[in-house]
């Protein structure tokens, strides 16, 4: 029969991970959560159930576990390439791994002036991702941010947008504008080209880069804002090839308080969850070569 087996992988889902580097009195603390997903030569389980190429799931879980003790976690993106690198070398039916990283952020408590050099607090519900993808012997990184919430109470507006009979929306020149911010950027290189050092640098400094120009910009879209936020990352970072990013409209309406005698001028707002418009775009150098597969979960596949 003309039926054959498509674009396939498999791996350990959300690994969940925390280490303690104790190496000197200031502990450090890194809680990862690691996915890892395997490419190669797999027909035969699939087609005839034959496993003897095929690397359990849990022995990848156990690598993660492994590889955080014998060489620590350091920056995520390293750590996604030694594992990603250690798949496909393992065996010669494994021709491409996918890591992707989540991290969780600890600030260490403050106790009477200094921080506490082994105590810490959950930080904001914002989280540094990093997706590795070992294609034979090219490495692609994509790291990024995820859950980063901002509000600029004035500066935005919107208004000639078309209007037909099912437009209901007013036009205004002053509102509130909020997103939850998730951004991922390619790297240009990053087989040697970049450090640890640079990977932590890049990973304060793209974030507090985004919220800087969604601050400082008069907005007259979320699409408008959405661009200029990825052009003053390319603008600011040469090592970033391309980011894309995905920013929900948060939208606050005014409450009408006339019922109740009472005017609103702009202070009492409904904050709403649901519907809302989700803004998502590209902005990357076109004299860079785009690289597909670092941002597809599966080729061909979804």
């Known amino acids: 029969m003309p039926i054959v087996l498509g674009p396939n992988q498999y791996g350990k889902a959300e690994v969940r991970l925390v280490h303690v580097d104790r190496s000197t009195p200031v502990h450090r603390i890194s809680d990862l959560n690691v996915s890892t997903a395997l490419r190669g030569d797999f027909t035969a389980a699939h087609t005839r159930g ?19 003790r014998e060489g620590g976690v350091g920056e995520i993106e390293q750590f996604g390439t030694r594992l990603g690198r250690h798949f496909t070398a393992a065996y010669g039916w494994i021709t491409g791994a996918r890591v992707e990283i989540e991290q969780f952020g600890w600030d ?5 002036g200094p921080a506490h050099d082994h105590s ?27 859950g980063l919430v901002v509000l600029k109470t004035t500066g935005s507006e919107f208004h000639g947008f078309p209007r037909d009979r099912y437009t209901t929306l007013a036009e205004t020149s002053d509102r509130i504008l909020a997103t939850e911010v998730t951004a991922r950027w390619r790297y240009t290189a990053t087989d040697g080209g970049i450090t640890g050092a640079d990977f932590a640098r890049l990973a304060a400094e793209i974030p507090r880069t985004l919220v800087e120009t969604f601050a400082g910009l008069h907005s ?23 980011i894309r990013m995905s920013m929900p409209n948060k939208h606050h309406f005014l409450v009408d308080l006339a019922p109740f005698g009472l005017d609103n001028p702009d202070s009492v707002y409904l904050a709403a969850d649901r519907p809302y418009g989700r803004i998502e775009g590209t902005v990357l150098r076109d004299d860079v070569p785009a690289a597909p597969i670092a941002w597809d979960a599966t080729p061909g596949f979804c």
Do not use: C, W
């Open 50 to 68: 034959d496993n003897s190429h095929v690397l359990a799931t849990d022995t990848q879980k156990n690598v993660v576990y492994a590889f955080a």
């Open 108 to 112: 260490r408590i403050d106790v009477a």
């Open 120 to 146: 810490f607090v959950r930080s904001g519900q914002n989280r540094r991702t990093t997706v590795v993808t070992i294609d034979a012997d090219d490495v692609h990184v994509v790291s990024g941010i995820a």
């Open 220 to 242: 007259l879209a979320l699409q408008q804002t959405l661009y200029h936020m990825g052009e003053k990352v390319l603008a600011t970072f040469p090592e970033v090839a391309e």
